[in-house]
Each structure stands twice: as C-alpha cells, then as structure tokens.
C-alpha cells in the first residue's frame, strides 16, 4: 500500500525538524515537552492554509517571549520549499501558506491511494466494542430505533477505517416481563391461527399484526397441544419461539438498512450462567456492593406503602454518581442495572473500550453504567474507557405535517417501510446530518427532493456530475499536466485535503456525522466550481481545444468523486453514478 502520511502529518514533521534543529543551535533546551504543540489549518481560512502554535508552547521553556522563538522557526520555515510564506501572527502564531506544488502533490496523493485515501493508523489496532439498536425483541424495528441503529454503524465503520478493531454487538433483553407479555401475546395468535375467535387483543398485550404469522408457525408446530393448556405449559416455550422469530424479524430489518452486527449477547443466557451473581461476588470482594438500606425519595413525602428495605447496594458514588444503586430488588430479582452491570462486566474483559448507543430516555442512567464499568475494569488493574452516546428520537414528517402514530394499535412506521418508500442510502445518510444529541425531523417529502436544501442529494449529486462529466469526456484524466491546475482547482484540492483530518478528528470525538458534515462542505465547493464554469467557459472541465488542461481537470473531478465515495462507504451509503 503506498504512503498513508496525510498532508497535515507530513508537515507536522517539518515542524518538528525545524525544533529539532533549534535544539541542535541551543534555542531550545534538549528534550523540551512538545506535547501541546499542534499544527491545523487557522479558523479563518484567509490566514494561511496551515497555523502552529509551536512558539507559544515552547517559548517559557526556552526562556524567551513567543514573537522572538517564532521568528527563529519561521527563519527556517522560510528554507522549506513547500512553504510558500511563513508570517507571525498576535502574540507568537505561525501562519503558514503552502507552494502550489504541494497541493498538487496531494492531489496525486489522492489519485495513488484511491479507496484508501484517508485512512489511519491512529487506531493502532484497539479494540472496541460497540453496542448499538439493542431494542427489546417484541416487534419490528421501527423509525425509533433507526437513528441509534445508523449512528452506530457509521461509528463503527468511521474506526475501523481509523485502524481500529471493532466489534458491533446487539444487546438481547430477552429476560424482562416484556418477553413473558410477547410470549403470551403469540399465545392468543396461535389461538387464532387454530381457528379460534379472539376478539380483541387485551390490553397490555402486543396487539400488531406482526405477530400473526409467529401465531401460524406455532400453530403448524404444535397443532391444539396448548390452545386450552395452563399457562405454566407453554410459557417458556412460547417465550422461546417468539424471541427467536422477532430476532429474526429485526435481523432482517436492519439488513435492509445495510446493518449487520458481529455478536448478539442474550441477557436470558447471561442470567442462566450466573453472570450477575459472578459480577456481584467480584465487587463484594472489592467492597464495592454492600447491604444497606435506600434513602426515602427525596424532594417529596415517601409513598405510603413505602418501608426501608434492605438490598445489596452498588457504591456507585464513590466513582461519579449521586447515590449508591441496588443491583436486586426486594423479591431477590435483578434490577435493570445489576442485569446490565453483570453484562457490561463480560463485555469489558473482552475489549480496550466500550461505546454503547442509547436513546436519550436512557440518559438517567448514564451515570450509573460508567460507574460500574469504572469499578469492574479499574479493579481489574485494567482502564476501559467507556463512552455512551445519547441519541434523540426522530419526529416522522410528510410534507411538513406530523404523521401520527398508535403504539395501542401497532400502528407505527418500520425501518422496512422508510427504506421501501426512500431507500436505505437517504435513511441513512439524513440520519447523520444533524448531531445525534439534537432533535430531528425526517420529511418523507423534503429528503427526496432534488434541491441544494437537501443534503443528501447535493452529495450524491456532486458525485453523479463528477461520474457524468468522465463518461461524456473525449480525454482520459492524467497527472501529467497538474501545472496547469490554478487557484481556482487547487482550492478544490484544499477542500479535499482535509479528508484525512476529519476522519481522525471524528474518530477521536467518536462523531460520524463530522464526515457528513464534510462531505456536503466538499460538495459544495464541487458545485461551486462547476456553476463558475457555467458564468466563465474557461473554468469547465471539459475544454475541446485544450486536451491536456482538460485531461488535468478530470484528474481533479476524479480525485475529489474518489474522497466523496471513501466518506459515503464510511458512513456506509453508495454513490450513485447518475441520477
């Protein structure tokens, strides 16, 4: 594979041959902490393409002012030939414009690298486990778990193309009462599907038509053996049954969304295994769970009927929480936390770190999860770090109007009908153009449209143009001729230049929707590009008379199709050649 060093690498280590050799002339002392020193383009563009804050750092260290040790680094800035000028700026900042020739380099760069452009190392191999959808297996997947399940998967696919090893897991809450109630729910639907009148579903019951078809089957399956039968017969059976078909069912529906995970954990087997009474035993060695007895809810009057009760308490408190929290409950059942803590205390052996997806409904319990994992892996002489990214639900929209919807009836919209109706690439690319911790409107309407509005399709249309113009061009692209690139091309190339740096930035910040972001910012500037062809002739890329000009503007167009199609397979939406 050829030389992944991105541009901004590249002159991060210029920066640090030049104090390298202020070291070496006695202007810094040996061995000076450079651990704050950065090199990144400025805020405002008109400054420069790259800035350091080299002279800032360093400067108390080699006991001289900011203005004095820059001057020493941009004398020898100023030698570099990729460095077209070098200036002071405020107190001691660097700003830096770099050669033409440097940019066309790059853009070669891009050429060589192709699907690999961008990625990174700073992964290191690490492994990671994230867990991401996790939605109880009692119905199909719906428009409430598509946007964790989305921005899960681009995380995943986002650090891996950063060099780390990921492992996508789904979290089964198969041990809980809703999984008794879905049991019971197929219950009444293999009676129905035995040629019984069932009327209306109950309340509290599962009442979709989903569940019609996992009636059927079990009604092939065991014919009347448990249409009359006492619930103690068939209870576990039917739990059984049910869970695996839904699982089944929500397997499907994320692989309509191009979602695939690597490991699905059930909570039931965990809980059969022992794995909270294992987890409990740990941390009771560690004096970590104690038996103690729960404040009275605070802010208000007790309820009547509450009593102190004596449980086995988790010193969450002593790692960042409010109160010490109890892993059972009084009936000696696991509470949610002591069922997830027992799984997070498997899942932390088995990684170097731990994402996991939630809604935002879950954040009250934040808290407390990483205060186990803290307790779990730093006991364990291990330091897992854990991150929980919190995701706000979706409000449903069809030409700007709320579509409504009944969890009574059943009645709510699918992944499997978002995806019939717009396809999984505009699902999923509109799923990450606003942060998830925002709220978000999804208009059936607006994300079809064919408008710059629209951010999906001002990127799969820069892309479509870019596949268009190569198809219908007479000339095939070279670098032979990248001299005859001038300002306005190479600031496309400036643009495109930043790949490699939003990818380790969004890595770093755990954030995929940076890469959406980016990717409508190149996009733009493609666009851009193009409509001033349309005002000028002399700036389209397809000039007749000029083969070799034009062979250079197509090496470009494909250079930035190719990094529009490396940041949508990140994200894990395809390019449209046409549209």
């Known amino acids: 594979m050829a030389d992944m060093q991105t541009l901004h690498a590249a002159f991060s280590a210029k920066i640090d041959a030049v104090l390298n050799a202020l070291e070496m002339e006695g202007h810094l002392p040996p061995g000076a902490s450079r651990a704050g020193v950065t090199v990144e383009p400025p805020r405002d563009p008109s400054h420069g393409d790259l800035a350091t804050n080299a002279a800032m750092v360093l400067a108390k260290q080699a006991k001289t002012n900011p203005r004095a040790l820059a001057e020493l680094i941009v004398e020898h800035l100023k030698r570099e030939p990729d460095i077209a000028e070098a200036e002071i700026a405020g107190p001691g900042f660097i700003n830096m414009r770099l050669a033409n020739d440097a940019w066309r380099r790059e853009l070669a760069s891009i050429a060589s690298l192709g699907e690999d452009y961008g990625r990174s190392t700073i992964g290191a191999g690490t492994t990671v486990n994230i867990e991401y959808v996790s939605a109880n297996p009692t119905g199909p997947m719906h428009m409430g778990h598509c946007r964790g399940a989305v921005v899960g998967d681009a995380l995943a696919g986002l650090l891996e193309w950063a060099g780390y090893r990921v492992t996508r897991e789904y979290y089964v809450n198969d041990a809980g009462g809703q999984v008794d109630t879905l049991a019971r729910s197929a219950h009444i639907r293999y009676r129905e599907a035995r040629g019984e009148e069932v009327g209306e579903i109950p309340e509290g019951l599962y009442p979709g038509e989903y569940l019609k078809p996992i009636g059927e089957r079990l009604a092939q399956e065991f014919c009347d053996t448990y249409k009359n039968a006492d619930e103690s017969e068939w209870l576990a059976l039917f739990r059984e049954r049910a869970v695996a078909a839904m699982m089944d069912m929500i397997r499907a529906d994320l692989a309509l969304l191009g979602i695939h995970h690597d490991l699905f954990t059930s909570e039931a087997e965990l809980q059969a295994a022992k794995k909270p009474e294992q987890a409990e035993a740990w941390l009771r060695g560690k004096d970590l769970v104690y038996d103690g007895v729960l404040e009275a809810p605070k802010g208000k009057a007790p309820p009547e009927d509450w009593e102190p009760v004596e449980l086995p308490l988790f010193r969450s408190t002593q790692f960042g929480d409010d109160q010490d929290r109890p892993i059972r409950k009084s009936d000696g059942k696991w509470t949610y936390f002591g069922a997830d803590l027992a799984y997070h205390f498997q899942k932390a052996d088995k990684a170097d770190a731990l994402i996991d997806i ?29 991150d929980v990214k919190l995701v706000q639900m979706v409000q449903l929209m069809r030409n700007g109007e709320p579509i409504k919807m009944s969890k009574r009836s059943g009645n709510f919209v699918t992944i499997a009908d978002m995806v019939e109706e717009v396809g999984k690439d505009v699902v999923r690319f509109t799923m990450l153009t606003r942060k998830p911790e925002a709220q978000m409107e999804f208009d059936f309407a607006k994300v079809v449209e064919a408008s710059k509005d629209n951010p999906v399709f001002y990127v799969q249309y820069a892309h479509a143009r870019i596949r268009s113009t190569m198809r219908k061009a007479g000339v095939k692209p070279s670098g032979e001729n ?66 070799e000009l034009t062979s250079a503007r197509l090496y470009l167009a494909d250079a930035i199709g190719q990094v529009i199609r490396n940041g949508l397979a990140i994200l894990g939406v395809e390019a449209v050649e046409e549209m």
């Open 358 to 386: 939630w809604g935002a409904d879950h954040a009250g319990t934040v808290k407390r999860i990483k205060a186990a994992v803290a307790a779990l892996t730093q006991g364990a002489g291990r330091n897992v770090p854990f």
């Open 482 to 547: 990248l001299d005859r690139l001038g300002n306005a091309e190479l600031a496309l190339v400036r643009e495109a230049a930043q790949f490699p740096r939003v990818i380790e930035s969004a890595a770093k910040a755990r954030e995929p929707h940076r890469i959406a972001f980016y990717l409508g910012d190149l996009a733009g500037a493609f666009h851009g590009f193009w409509n001033a062809g349309n005002d000028d002739t002399s700036l389209r890329i397809i000039q007749e008379d000029e083969p």
